[in-house]
Protein backbone atom coordinates (compact mmCIF):
# COMPACT_ATOMS: atom_id res chain seq x y z
CA UNK A 1 0.00 0.00 0.00
CA UNK A 2 1.60 3.46 -0.66
CA UNK A 3 1.90 5.96 1.73
CA UNK A 4 -0.49 8.27 0.41
CA UNK A 5 -3.33 5.28 0.24
CA UNK A 6 -2.40 4.82 4.06
CA UNK A 7 -2.41 8.70 4.72
CA UNK A 8 -5.81 8.93 3.40
CA UNK A 9 -7.44 5.41 5.22
CA UNK A 10 -5.54 7.16 8.50
CA UNK A 11 -7.97 9.94 8.18
CA UNK A 12 -11.24 8.03 6.77
CA UNK A 13 -10.69 5.57 9.52
CA UNK A 14 -10.46 8.15 12.19
CA UNK A 15 -13.55 11.17 11.35
CA UNK A 16 -15.73 8.61 8.72
CA UNK A 17 -15.79 9.68 4.57
CA UNK A 18 -14.29 12.71 3.66
CA UNK A 19 -15.51 14.50 1.09
CA UNK A 20 -13.74 14.18 -2.36
CA UNK A 21 -12.84 17.62 -2.74
CA UNK A 22 -10.41 16.46 -0.14
CA UNK A 23 -9.42 13.20 -1.29
CA UNK A 24 -8.38 15.33 -4.90
CA UNK A 25 -6.60 17.64 -2.85
CA UNK A 26 -4.28 14.92 -1.28
CA UNK A 27 -3.88 12.68 -4.02
CA UNK A 28 -2.64 15.35 -6.55
CA UNK A 29 -1.12 17.72 -4.43
CA UNK A 30 -0.36 16.09 -1.13
CA UNK A 31 3.18 17.45 -0.33
CA UNK A 32 5.77 14.45 -1.42
CA UNK A 33 3.21 11.84 -2.49
CA UNK A 34 0.48 13.91 -4.46
CA UNK A 35 0.16 13.05 -8.33
CA UNK A 36 2.01 17.04 -9.47
CA UNK A 37 4.46 16.08 -6.36
CA UNK A 38 6.47 12.70 -7.81
CA UNK A 39 9.21 14.19 -9.58
CA UNK A 40 8.97 11.33 -12.17
CA UNK A 41 5.74 12.79 -13.36
CA UNK A 42 6.93 13.67 -16.81
CA UNK A 43 4.65 16.04 -19.07
CA UNK A 44 4.29 15.57 -23.09
CA UNK A 45 3.49 12.64 -25.41
CA UNK A 46 4.99 9.82 -23.29
CA UNK A 47 4.63 11.64 -20.22
CA UNK A 48 2.11 11.18 -17.72
CA UNK A 49 0.15 14.00 -18.77
CA UNK A 50 -0.14 16.09 -21.94
CA UNK A 51 -1.00 20.09 -22.17
CA UNK A 52 -0.86 22.66 -25.49
CA UNK A 53 2.63 23.62 -23.61
CA UNK A 54 3.99 19.74 -24.16
CA UNK A 55 3.17 20.71 -27.95
CA UNK A 56 6.27 22.75 -28.56
CA UNK A 57 7.23 26.42 -27.97
CA UNK A 58 4.72 28.03 -30.00
CA UNK A 59 1.49 27.85 -27.54
CA UNK A 60 4.35 30.03 -24.87
CA UNK A 61 5.43 32.55 -28.08
CA UNK A 62 1.68 32.91 -29.33
CA UNK A 63 0.95 33.70 -25.77
CA UNK A 64 3.75 35.89 -25.36
CA UNK A 65 2.45 37.54 -28.64
CA UNK A 66 -0.43 38.32 -27.15
CA UNK A 67 1.01 39.54 -23.63
CA UNK A 68 2.54 42.29 -25.58
CA UNK A 69 0.18 43.55 -27.48
CA UNK A 70 -1.76 43.99 -24.27
CA UNK A 71 0.99 45.12 -21.90
CA UNK A 72 1.69 47.74 -24.35
CA UNK A 73 -1.32 49.44 -23.56
CA UNK A 74 -1.68 49.17 -19.79
CA UNK A 75 -0.60 52.12 -18.08
CA UNK A 76 2.57 51.90 -16.20
CA UNK A 77 6.32 51.99 -15.76
CA UNK A 78 6.78 48.60 -14.52
CA UNK A 79 4.49 45.41 -15.68
CA UNK A 80 3.28 41.57 -14.08
CA UNK A 81 3.12 38.80 -15.70
CA UNK A 82 1.73 36.55 -13.19
CA UNK A 83 1.50 32.86 -13.80
CA UNK A 84 -0.14 30.46 -11.63
CA UNK A 85 0.51 26.61 -11.60
CA UNK A 86 3.61 26.98 -13.76
CA UNK A 87 4.50 23.22 -13.02
CA UNK A 88 8.21 22.75 -14.46
CA UNK A 89 8.38 26.16 -15.83
CA UNK A 90 8.51 25.36 -19.44
CA UNK A 91 5.65 27.87 -20.84
CA UNK A 92 6.91 30.55 -18.69
CA UNK A 93 10.46 29.87 -19.90
CA UNK A 94 8.87 30.18 -23.84
CA UNK A 95 7.37 33.40 -23.36
CA UNK A 96 10.13 34.86 -21.56
CA UNK A 97 12.31 33.87 -24.48
CA UNK A 98 9.74 35.31 -27.19
CA UNK A 99 9.38 38.76 -25.26
CA UNK A 100 13.48 39.29 -24.75
CA UNK A 101 14.24 38.14 -28.44
CA UNK A 102 11.34 40.18 -30.18
CA UNK A 103 9.83 42.55 -27.66
CA UNK A 104 13.34 43.84 -25.75
CA UNK A 105 11.65 47.10 -24.27
CA UNK A 106 8.90 45.82 -22.70
CA UNK A 107 10.98 42.51 -21.72
CA UNK A 108 13.53 45.49 -19.67
CA UNK A 109 10.26 46.64 -17.52
CA UNK A 110 8.81 43.55 -16.91
CA UNK A 111 8.60 41.02 -13.68
CA UNK A 112 7.59 37.74 -14.35
CA UNK A 113 6.00 36.37 -11.00
CA UNK A 114 4.68 32.74 -10.28
CA UNK A 115 2.84 31.67 -8.10
CA UNK A 116 3.03 28.11 -7.10
CA UNK A 117 1.97 26.45 -3.88
CA UNK A 118 4.48 23.39 -3.75
CA UNK A 119 8.01 24.02 -2.98
CA UNK A 120 9.37 20.73 -5.00
CA UNK A 121 7.84 22.55 -7.83
CA UNK A 122 9.47 25.81 -7.31
CA UNK A 123 12.51 24.59 -7.44
CA UNK A 124 12.04 22.37 -10.46
CA UNK A 125 10.77 25.71 -12.11
CA UNK A 126 14.07 27.78 -10.06
CA UNK A 127 16.11 25.42 -12.73
CA UNK A 128 13.85 25.97 -15.84
CA UNK A 129 14.39 29.45 -15.55
CA UNK A 130 18.15 30.01 -14.44
CA UNK A 131 18.76 32.26 -17.17
CA UNK A 132 15.85 34.59 -16.23
CA UNK A 133 16.82 34.71 -12.87
CA UNK A 134 16.81 38.69 -12.67
CA UNK A 135 13.45 38.65 -14.27
CA UNK A 136 11.43 36.34 -12.63
CA UNK A 137 9.86 36.32 -9.58
CA UNK A 138 8.33 33.65 -6.74
CA UNK A 139 5.30 34.97 -5.14
CA UNK A 140 3.62 33.40 -1.62
CA UNK A 141 0.51 31.75 -2.33
CA UNK A 142 -2.21 33.69 -0.88
CA UNK A 143 -0.62 36.98 -2.60
CA UNK A 144 -3.00 37.79 -5.13
CA UNK A 145 -5.03 39.79 -3.14
CA UNK A 146 -6.36 43.94 -2.96
CA UNK A 147 -3.16 44.49 -1.41
CA UNK A 148 -1.05 43.41 -4.31
CA UNK A 149 -1.55 45.08 -7.06
CA UNK A 150 -0.49 43.25 -10.76
CA UNK A 151 -0.68 46.05 -13.65
CA UNK A 152 -0.89 43.63 -16.64
CA UNK A 153 -1.30 39.92 -16.74
CA UNK A 154 -2.23 37.27 -14.02
CA UNK A 155 -3.23 33.70 -16.11
CA UNK A 156 -3.31 30.02 -16.34
CA UNK A 157 -2.70 26.97 -18.10
CA UNK A 158 -5.02 24.23 -16.88
CA UNK A 159 -5.11 25.13 -13.25
CA UNK A 160 -9.23 25.36 -12.74
CA UNK A 161 -9.55 21.54 -14.07
CA UNK A 162 -6.53 20.62 -12.04
CA UNK A 163 -8.32 22.33 -8.82
CA UNK A 164 -10.23 20.35 -6.00
CA UNK A 165 -14.04 20.14 -6.68
CA UNK A 166 -16.80 18.96 -4.52
CA UNK A 167 -19.26 16.61 -6.70
CA UNK A 168 -22.83 16.75 -5.48
CA UNK A 169 -25.79 14.19 -5.68
CA UNK A 170 -29.53 14.85 -6.33
CA UNK A 171 -31.70 12.81 -4.02
CA UNK A 172 -35.27 13.46 -5.65
CA UNK A 173 -36.97 11.71 -3.30
CA UNK A 174 -35.96 14.17 -0.53
CA UNK A 175 -35.70 17.02 -3.43
CA UNK A 176 -31.80 17.88 -1.54
CA UNK A 177 -28.52 17.82 -2.77
CA UNK A 178 -26.39 15.39 -1.11
CA UNK A 179 -22.49 14.81 -1.27
CA UNK A 180 -20.12 12.54 -2.69
CA UNK A 181 -17.94 11.52 0.14
CA UNK A 182 -14.33 8.61 -0.36
CA UNK A 183 -15.10 5.85 2.25
CA UNK A 184 -13.32 2.33 2.28
CA UNK A 185 -14.10 -1.30 2.12
CA UNK A 186 -11.83 -4.30 1.83
CA UNK A 187 -11.26 -4.11 -1.87
CA UNK A 188 -10.38 -0.45 -1.31
CA UNK A 189 -11.76 3.15 -1.80
CA UNK A 190 -15.47 3.59 -2.13
CA UNK A 191 -17.84 6.34 -2.67
CA UNK A 192 -20.11 7.14 0.42
CA UNK A 193 -23.18 9.04 0.14
CA UNK A 194 -22.53 12.36 2.89
CA UNK A 195 -24.74 15.32 4.10
CA UNK A 196 -23.40 18.30 2.01
CA UNK A 197 -20.09 19.64 3.64
CA UNK A 198 -20.38 22.70 1.58
CA UNK A 199 -22.41 25.75 0.15
CA UNK A 200 -23.43 25.51 -3.45
CA UNK A 201 -24.51 28.71 -4.67
CA UNK A 202 -25.07 27.46 -8.17
CA UNK A 203 -27.47 24.45 -6.76
CA UNK A 204 -29.65 26.75 -4.62
CA UNK A 205 -30.56 29.11 -7.24
CA UNK A 206 -31.58 26.48 -9.69
CA UNK A 207 -35.01 26.86 -10.75
CA UNK A 208 -37.38 24.09 -9.45
CA UNK A 209 -38.94 23.27 -12.72
CA UNK A 210 -35.54 22.04 -13.61
CA UNK A 211 -35.08 20.21 -9.87
CA UNK A 212 -38.60 18.41 -10.57
CA UNK A 213 -37.09 16.54 -13.99
CA UNK A 214 -34.22 16.25 -12.48
CA UNK A 215 -32.95 12.11 -12.32
CA UNK A 216 -32.45 10.63 -8.96
CA UNK A 217 -28.61 10.37 -8.24
CA UNK A 218 -27.45 13.34 -11.13
CA UNK A 219 -24.32 14.15 -10.15
CA UNK A 220 -22.54 17.85 -11.02
CA UNK A 221 -19.56 19.36 -9.46
CA UNK A 222 -18.64 23.11 -7.42
CA UNK A 223 -15.07 24.11 -7.10
CA UNK A 224 -14.65 26.28 -4.51
CA UNK A 225 -11.14 26.66 -4.56
CA UNK A 226 -11.47 27.76 -8.61
CA UNK A 227 -13.72 30.31 -7.88
CA UNK A 228 -11.43 31.60 -4.91
CA UNK A 229 -8.48 31.62 -6.93
CA UNK A 230 -10.31 33.83 -9.59
CA UNK A 231 -12.04 36.28 -7.57
CA UNK A 232 -8.48 36.80 -5.58
CA UNK A 233 -6.65 37.25 -8.99
CA UNK A 234 -9.98 39.72 -9.87
CA UNK A 235 -9.32 41.63 -7.06
CA UNK A 236 -5.38 41.99 -7.38
CA UNK A 237 -5.50 42.92 -10.86
CA UNK A 238 -5.69 46.30 -10.97
CA UNK A 239 -5.20 47.69 -15.28
CA UNK A 240 -4.44 44.36 -18.05
CA UNK A 241 -5.99 41.23 -18.63
CA UNK A 242 -7.15 37.99 -16.40
CA UNK A 243 -6.85 35.03 -18.37
CA UNK A 244 -7.15 31.48 -18.40
CA UNK A 245 -6.67 28.16 -20.72
CA UNK A 246 -8.64 25.12 -19.79
CA UNK A 247 -11.41 22.34 -20.74
CA UNK A 248 -14.66 23.27 -19.57
CA UNK A 249 -17.79 24.26 -20.24
CA UNK A 250 -20.60 27.00 -20.19
CA UNK A 251 -23.34 25.62 -18.72
CA UNK A 252 -25.92 28.21 -19.53
CA UNK A 253 -29.01 26.12 -17.49
CA UNK A 254 -26.32 26.08 -14.37
CA UNK A 255 -26.11 22.27 -14.94
CA UNK A 256 -24.69 20.68 -17.33
CA UNK A 257 -27.64 17.89 -18.87
CA UNK A 258 -24.39 16.09 -21.22
CA UNK A 259 -23.04 14.75 -18.09
CA UNK A 260 -25.75 13.15 -15.67
CA UNK A 261 -22.65 11.88 -13.53
CA UNK A 262 -20.61 14.60 -13.46
CA UNK A 263 -17.22 15.37 -15.37
CA UNK A 264 -14.69 14.02 -12.91
CA UNK A 265 -12.21 11.70 -14.26
CA UNK A 266 -8.97 10.19 -14.59
CA UNK A 267 -6.08 9.22 -16.71
CA UNK A 268 -2.96 7.69 -16.59
CA UNK A 269 -0.34 8.17 -19.12
CA UNK A 270 -3.38 9.74 -21.58
CA UNK A 271 -5.45 6.98 -20.74
CA UNK A 272 -8.76 6.99 -19.42
CA UNK A 273 -9.01 5.15 -15.93
CA UNK A 274 -12.92 4.10 -15.18
CA UNK A 275 -12.10 4.38 -11.42
CA UNK A 276 -11.29 7.98 -9.99
CA UNK A 277 -10.94 6.24 -6.62
CA UNK A 278 -7.66 4.29 -7.57
CA UNK A 279 -4.09 4.33 -7.53
CA UNK A 280 -4.08 7.41 -6.03
CA UNK A 281 -1.26 9.60 -6.08
CA UNK A 282 -0.60 7.60 -9.39
CA UNK A 283 -3.13 8.61 -12.07
CA UNK A 284 -4.57 12.56 -12.59
CA UNK A 285 -7.62 13.46 -11.72
CA UNK A 286 -9.50 16.54 -13.01
CA UNK A 287 -13.28 18.20 -13.95
CA UNK A 288 -14.52 20.56 -16.44
CA UNK A 289 -14.22 23.86 -15.77
CA UNK A 290 -17.67 25.65 -15.12
CA UNK A 291 -17.06 29.00 -16.99
CA UNK A 292 -20.60 30.75 -16.61
CA UNK A 293 -19.77 30.00 -12.78
CA UNK A 294 -15.72 31.66 -12.67
CA UNK A 295 -16.94 34.47 -15.50
CA UNK A 296 -19.62 35.80 -12.89
CA UNK A 297 -17.04 35.04 -10.41
CA UNK A 298 -14.83 38.19 -12.07
CA UNK A 299 -17.50 40.21 -13.03
CA UNK A 300 -18.85 40.13 -9.59
CA UNK A 301 -15.49 41.60 -8.56
CA UNK A 302 -15.71 44.18 -11.29
CA UNK A 303 -13.87 42.95 -14.08
CA UNK A 304 -15.71 43.13 -17.20
CA UNK A 305 -15.53 40.02 -19.72
CA UNK A 306 -13.91 40.33 -22.89
CA UNK A 307 -14.10 37.11 -24.60
CA UNK A 308 -14.99 33.42 -23.89
CA UNK A 309 -13.84 31.82 -27.04
CA UNK A 310 -12.54 28.09 -28.17
CA UNK A 311 -8.72 27.81 -27.92
CA UNK A 312 -8.34 27.32 -31.92
CA UNK A 313 -10.24 31.06 -32.29
CA UNK A 314 -8.39 32.33 -29.81
CA UNK A 315 -4.25 31.09 -31.49
CA UNK A 316 -5.77 31.45 -34.86
CA UNK A 317 -6.61 35.01 -34.41
CA UNK A 318 -2.89 35.56 -32.66
CA UNK A 319 -1.23 33.68 -35.58
CA UNK A 320 -2.97 35.99 -37.93
CA UNK A 321 -2.18 38.89 -36.67
CA UNK A 322 1.48 37.74 -35.86
CA UNK A 323 1.72 36.83 -39.37
CA UNK A 324 0.85 40.57 -40.42
CA UNK A 325 3.50 41.77 -38.20
CA UNK A 326 5.64 40.24 -40.22
CA UNK A 327 6.96 37.03 -38.37
CA UNK A 328 6.60 34.35 -40.79
CA UNK A 329 8.42 31.70 -38.99
CA UNK A 330 5.31 30.33 -38.36
CA UNK A 331 4.60 29.51 -42.14
CA UNK A 332 8.23 29.10 -43.07
CA UNK A 333 9.03 26.53 -40.17
CA UNK A 334 7.48 23.01 -41.04
CA UNK A 335 7.51 21.97 -37.35
CA UNK A 336 5.66 25.68 -36.09
CA UNK A 337 2.89 24.88 -38.61
CA UNK A 338 2.75 21.28 -37.34
CA UNK A 339 2.45 22.70 -33.46
CA UNK A 340 0.03 24.84 -35.08
CA UNK A 341 -2.36 22.20 -36.00
CA UNK A 342 -2.10 20.29 -32.97
CA UNK A 343 -3.04 23.57 -30.80
CA UNK A 344 -6.07 24.60 -33.32
CA UNK A 345 -7.29 21.05 -34.70
CA UNK A 346 -11.15 20.19 -33.04
CA UNK A 347 -9.98 16.98 -32.86
CA UNK A 348 -6.40 17.66 -30.36
CA UNK A 349 -6.67 20.45 -28.30
CA UNK A 350 -8.78 23.18 -30.48
CA UNK A 351 -11.94 22.83 -29.74
CA UNK A 352 -11.99 21.23 -26.37
CA UNK A 353 -10.26 23.93 -24.98
CA UNK A 354 -12.15 27.93 -24.19
CA UNK A 355 -10.60 30.91 -23.09
CA UNK A 356 -11.97 32.88 -20.58
CA UNK A 357 -10.58 36.80 -20.94
CA UNK A 358 -11.53 39.37 -18.60
CA UNK A 359 -9.94 43.27 -17.67
CA UNK A 360 -9.93 45.69 -15.66
C1 LIG B 1 -2.42 20.45 -15.00
S1 LIG B 1 -1.04 21.21 -14.25
C2 LIG B 1 -0.78 22.53 -15.43
C3 LIG B 1 0.62 22.67 -15.73
C4 LIG B 1 1.05 23.82 -16.64
N1 LIG B 1 0.31 25.05 -16.41
C5 LIG B 1 0.96 23.45 -18.11
O1 LIG B 1 0.20 24.08 -18.80
O2 LIG B 1 1.65 22.53 -18.55
C6 LIG B 1 -1.71 22.02 -12.86
C7 LIG B 1 -0.65 22.73 -12.02
O3 LIG B 1 -1.34 23.61 -11.11
C8 LIG B 1 -0.48 23.90 -10.03
N2 LIG B 1 -1.33 24.34 -8.87
C9 LIG B 1 -2.22 23.64 -8.16
N3 LIG B 1 -2.86 24.41 -7.25
C10 LIG B 1 -2.37 25.65 -7.39
C11 LIG B 1 -2.67 26.91 -6.79
N4 LIG B 1 -3.58 27.02 -5.81
N5 LIG B 1 -1.99 28.00 -7.19
C12 LIG B 1 -1.09 27.89 -8.16
N6 LIG B 1 -0.78 26.73 -8.80
C13 LIG B 1 -1.41 25.62 -8.42
C14 LIG B 1 0.43 22.74 -9.89
O4 LIG B 1 1.74 23.22 -10.07
C15 LIG B 1 0.16 21.86 -11.10
O5 LIG B 1 1.38 21.51 -11.64
Same mark, same amino acid.
Given at each position: MSALVEK @?? =??? #???? =???? #?????LAL??? +??????? +??????RSGDFYTSVSVGSLFGELLAFQFAEWLE? /??????? @????? =??????ALDVLKWLKKFRPELFARLNYCILDPSARRRAWQQKTLAEFDDSVRWLQCGSLNPKFS???????????????? %?????? !???????EWGVGMAAEGFIWAKMPKSIGATKLDSLPSELLEVL??????????? =???????????LKAGKLLTLDYGTH?? #????????????????? %?KFCPDILANAGEQDITANVDFKVIQQCGEAEGVR?? #??? !?????LTDIASRMMASGNQSLVESP?? !?? +??? /??? %???HLGRAFRVLVQSS
Open positions: @IK =AEI #AVQG =AIPF #AHFMDYCP +EYGFYER +ESVTVGK /TPGDQLQ @IVEAG =AHDGKLVRGVIFANELLDAMPV %HRLGWD !SKKREWFPEGFTTEISPA =AEAWWVSAARSNE #AGLSPNHPHGTVRAYSR %HTE #AFI !SQSQFKK !SR +ELQ /TLI %HPE
